[in-house]
């Protein structure tokens, strides 16, 4: 599976942003997909998942409420709205996917994206 994230840039504190991931594979609906972050001299780090059909999702304390993750099986992409943005959300963001089951554990994906990088700006 090969996967394509895009829509990261500078957006200021309280801003919104968009990422989108699309997948090479035709049965992208077999996946569970998944968002982690890793900022500068950090740990890579659990952002969001999605279930294969996307009717279950999961997410991180610190973006729960801020942060919707949603799938278009129909286009093979996975989505991340990012939304009331802070400073501290500053990072890589990778799109992992798995055939399953979803995990908070970056180590439980096989596939990843090549990472856009969000900045938020205080």
């Known amino acids: 599976v090969q996967l394509q994230a895009s829509g990261g840039g500078l957006v200021q504190a309280g801003g919104s942003l968009r990422l989108s991931c699309a997948a090479s594979?035709?049965?992208?609906?077999?996946?569970?997909m998944a968002w982690f972050r890793q900022a500068p001299g950090k740990e890579r780090e659990f952002v969001a998942a999605?279930?294969?059909?996307?009717?279950?999702?999961y997410y991180a304390d610190s973006v729960k409420g801020r942060f919707t993750i949603s799938r278009d099986n129909g286009k093979n992409t996975v989505y991340l709205e990012m939304n009331s943005l802070k400073p501290e959300d500053t990072a890589v963001y990778y799109c992992?996917?798995?055939?399953?089951?979803?995990?908070?554990?970056?180590?439980?994906?096989?596939?990843w994206g090549q990472g856009t990088l969000v900045t938020v700006s205080s």
């Open positions: 992992a996917a798995d055939p399953g089951p979803p995990s908070r554990d970056a180590r439980s994906y096989d596939y």
């Open positions: 594979e035709r049965t992208f609906s077999e996946y569970v």
């Open positions: 999605i279930s294969w059909s996307g009717n279950i999702a």
